[in-house]
């Protein structure tokens, strides 16, 4: 019998056992931990510390790490062995996946359907009955692909590698798999159909498609229409085995959540000026009428997501979500209660903002002091700001792109719709403070979850092609568009003053 050692996992109160000397990346991954960088030792969010036991520094820890970190206990749990028993403190994934209730218009069917958003870091599934459009049950969970990185284009470097695509590909297929098992599909009507949405990485890697195209210029993926499947195909048992449809892509990378996104608003509709923007490591703006719609995908990076900030997290327990000025200093939010453990993208939104405010960074990014000290251990950097620029001025640039070629400007918008869990709870304030929204204030309008509405309207359509729609747009490729990187410079700095 192989020698076994005990794990325990703080403040999760997980116990288990692992095999003596056996890599612990699976298992931490599978109880919370995540892998921005996909195991690489490359970046700072695996971060765990060792509170009892005993785990030497590695060559990725001494190189990632500060002295006074690794001191600490702090390892990249990425490189972790269960050498001997060990107590960790982990952050604990508590953040509430982003579902929809939002009643829209359809027209009756009968049995039952299911609509899933496979997104990048998240995935969720809901049954809903065709005859009413209730919401029967849902299903949320981790996408398991996250251990080979959190972003995209790790992704795409995973499914190049050996095996590395049909990993991906099975993870996805398998993980929605077990979600629709947990629905109460087996009683009452039969399942008539399955439509799935997700970026266009996403839909690549759940088709089994090469996805390498997409990290070269043109960037143009292999296959952007929709895949159709039976649930037999993909290992789905359900009853009368329905078909199972993957959205189309609009170009590039941008994929059919965007595509559901514009039918959810109702912006391929309008007949005044309106936008939409998913603000993710992979940001898609989009800006249109019912007569023409451009959309567009920038490369805004994690740091919406808290991934490459110094104290970086996800927006859970411990996570500083909310950062005003009061009495001239700055006042913080923690989630859950308690002391800060680190600060999600919403904080850190907030926190440049009152930064700004504060005369503590200039309009060029420079932050005086080289940090900005928030609740203790908590701060901002230097880089931590940078890399905030680089994320704004892209989601930024991105619009100024699209609004010359409508020929428009920022006030003629009548609405901007912001989708997603970070749009959702992003101070439109602080967001138009920094320079990341350019809108008047009262055009922006959180709006959930808009992949998933526009999946579950997708069940009650024929055409889940959505030909005529994908005509209207048009894919506006920045890294092609003449000027582009002027306007990308032009958005990195900061406003001098709150805009009115």
């Known amino acids: 019998m ?140 981790l996408n398991p692909q996250a251990r080979h990185g959190a972003d995209i284009m790790s992704r795409v470097q995973h499914a ?25 599909v087996a009683a ?12 266009t990485v996403m839909h690549h890697l759940f088709g089994g498609l090469d996805a390498a195209p997409l990290a070269r210029v043109p960037f143009k993926p292999l296959h952007d229409g929709p895949l159709a499947f039976s649930a037999r195909d993909l290992g789905w048992d359900l009853p009368g085995d329905p078909p199972v449809r993957f959205l189309p892509c609009l170009g590039g990378f941008v994929g059919s959540d965007v595509l559901a996104g514009i039918v959810a608003t109702g912006l391929h509709e309008s007949g005044d000026l309106a936008a939409l923007a998913d603000l993710g490591t992979n940001g898609e703006v989009v800006l249109g009428t019912r007569e023409r719609i451009w959309a567009a995908s920038t490369a805004a990076g994690p740091a919406f997501e808290g991934a490459k900030i110094s104290m970086g997290m996800r927006a859970a ?86 609004l010359r070629r409508a020929g428009a400007r920022a006030e003629d918008v009548k609405r901007l719709y912001l989708a997603g869990a970070f749009g959702n709870y992003v101070n439109r304030e602080s967001a138009r403070r920094i320079g990341l929204l350019e809108f008047p204030i009262e055009v922006i309008w959180p709006a959930g979850n808009t992949a998933l509405r526009g999946a579950k309207m997708a069940l009650f359509r024929d055409d889940d092609g959505y030909a005529a729609l994908r005509a209207r747009v048009e894919h506006v490729a920045l890294a092609a568009e003449p000027g582009f990187m002027d306007l990308y410079a032009g958005a990195m700095a900061f406003p001098a003053a709150a805009r009115g």
């Open 2 to 141: 192989k020698d076994r050692v005990r794990i325990e996992l703080r403040p999760l109160g997980a116990v288990f056992e692992a095999e003596r000397d056996s890599p612990l990346r699976d298992a931490l991954f599978a109880r919370g931990v995540e892998f921005p960088c996909g195991g690489r030792g490359t970046c700072r969010g695996c971060r765990v510390r060792v509170l009892q036991g005993a785990a030497p520094p590695g060559p990725a820890d001494l190189e990632t790490l500060s002295p006074p970190e690794i001191a600490a206990g702090w390892r990249l749990a990425c490189g972790l062995r269960a050498s001997t028993p060990l107590v960790l403190e982990v952050a604990q994934w508590e953040t509430p996946i982003l579902s929809d209730d939002t009643p829209f218009a359809f027209t009756p069917r009968e049995g039952r359907g299911i609509a899933v958003d496979l997104g990048t870091t998240t995935v969720v599934a809901q049954l809903v009955d065709l005859a009413d459009g209730r919401v029967l049950g849902v299903q949320s969970s």
């Open 160 to 184: 190049a590698a050996g095996g590395g695509l049909e990993t991906l590909t099975t993870l996805a297929r398998e993980e929605i798999g077990r979600m629709i098992a947990g629905l109460p």
């Open 188 to 199: 009452g009507a039969p399942v008539r159909r399955v439509a799935i949405v997700g970026n």
């Open 317 to 402: 327990t411990g996570a500083i979500s909310e950062v005003a000025v009061e009495g001239g200093a700055p006042r913080c939010r923690v989630l859950g209660g308690g002391p800060p453990r680190g600060i999600c993208g919403s904080g850190l939104v907030d926190a440049v903002a009152a930064a700004l405010e504060l005369g503590k960074i200039e309009p060029s990014g420079r932050l005086a002091g080289g940090e900005f000290a928030l609740e203790p251990p908590v701060r901002i950097t230097q880089a931590d700001v940078r890399e905030l620029q680089l994320a704004k001025g892209a989601i930024a640039a991105g619009f100024r792109a699209l």
